[in-house]
C-alpha cells in the first residue's frame, strides 16, 4: 500500500530536549515536504526537499532542521524545542505525474501531535 | 470564501444536497490549483486539480470552477453524502515548468457538516 509514514503519533516533551520525528514514504517520491498545521492557520510548509541531499526553507522554518540521506526518509529534528512549536505536523511526498503538474497530488501523513510543555 | 483569523468558514447541507466551497486565491502566477479533504485525525488527502489554463473540471461527484478574472476557485461535490464531511482546503501551485516542483501553498480551509 502507497504511504507515508509518520512516527510518533503523539509527542509530549519538555523545552529543549531534542527531538525528531521521523517520516518515510514507500512511493519512490522525489519531492518530500513538512508542514505544521495551527488552528486557523491552514498548512504551513516548514522544509521541503526535492532529492537526496537536496533541502530548502519553506515558509516556517525557524527552530527546525531536516535531512535527506535517503530518497525514502526525510526526518524533522527540533534541536531545542519550545512551546510555540506545538502543533500538529505533517510529512508529505509527491512526484511529477503526466495526469497532473509537479506537486499537485501531495501524499499525506497521519500527522503527529507535538505539545511541547 | 476563506477568511484569515482563528475562525473557519463553515458549509452546513442535507444529505443529498449539493455543496459548494469557494475559496480566493492570492498569486496570479499559481498554475495549478488544488482541492484537498482533511477528516479527522487524518492527513489531507487530494480530490482534484484544475490547471490555470482551464476553467472547469471535473472527476467523479465533484467539480472545480476556477474564475481567474477574479482570483476564485469552488468546489462543487454533488449530492453530499455524511461521509464528505471534513476540512475542505483549497490549494495553488506556482509551478513555472523545468525541473522545479513549485510552491504548494494552503488555503485556512472551510468545514463541511453533512446532516443525515
Known amino acids: 500500500e502507497a504511504q507515508v509514514t509518520q512516527n510518533p503519533r503523539y509527542l509530549i516533551t519538555v523545552t529543549g530536549k531534542k527531538l525528531t520525528v521521523t517520516c518515510s514514504q514507500n512511493?519512490?517520491?522525489?519531492?518530500m515536504s513538512w508542514y505544521r498545521q495551527d488552528p486557523g492557520l491552514g498548512l504551513r510548509q516548514i522544509y521541503y526537499?526535492?532529492?537526496?541531499?537536496?533541502?530548502d526553507k519553506g515558509d516556517v522554518p525557524e527552530g527546525y532542521k531536516v535531512s535527506r540521506k535517503e530518497k525514502r526518509n526525510f526526518p524533522l529534528i527540533l534541536e531545542s524545542p519550545s512551546p510555540n512549536q506545538t502543533s500538529l505536523y505533517f510529512c508529505?511526498?509527491?512526484?511529477?505525474?503526466?495526469?497532473?503538474?509537479?506537486?499537485?497530488?501531495?501524499?499525506f501523513g497521519q500527522g503527529t501531535r507535538l505539545t511541547v510543555v | 470564501g476563506e477568511s484569515v483569523g482563528l475562525h473557519l468558514p463553515t458549509l452546513s447541507v442535507q444529505e443529498g444536497d449539493n455543496s459548494i466551497i469557494n475559496c480566493a486565491y492570492s498569486?496570479?502566477?499559481?498554475?495549478?490549483f488544488i482541492w484537498y479533504k482533511q477528516e479527522s485525525g487524518k492527513g489531507p488527502q487530494f480530490i482534484i486539480d484544475?490547471?490555470?489554463?482551464?476553467d472547469k473540471r471535473q472527476g467523479q461527484r465533484v467539480t472545480v470552477l476556477l474564475n481567474k478574472t477574479v482570483k476564485h476557485l469552488s468546489l462543487q461535490i454533488a449530492a453530499t453524502q455524511p461521509g464528505d464531511s471534513a476540512v475542505y482546503f483549497c490549494?495553488?501551485?506556482?509551478?513555472?515548468?523545468?525541473?522545479?516542483?513549485?510552491?504548494?501553498?494552503f488555503g485556512q480551509g472551510t468545514i463541511l457538516t453533512v446532516h443525515p
Open positions: 512511493m519512490n517520491h522525489e519531492y
Open positions: 498569486n496570479s502566477a499559481s498554475d495549478y
Open positions: 490549494a495553488e501551485n506556482d509551478y513555472a515548468g523545468g525541473t522545479s516542483y513549485g510552491k504548494l501553498t
Open positions: 484544475i490547471r490555470s489554463n482551464m
Open positions: 508529505a511526498s509527491s512526484s511529477r505525474s503526466p495526469d497532473r503538474g509537479p506537486n499537485t497530488e501531495a501524499f
Open positions: 526537499s526535492m532529492n537526496v541531499e537536496v533541502t
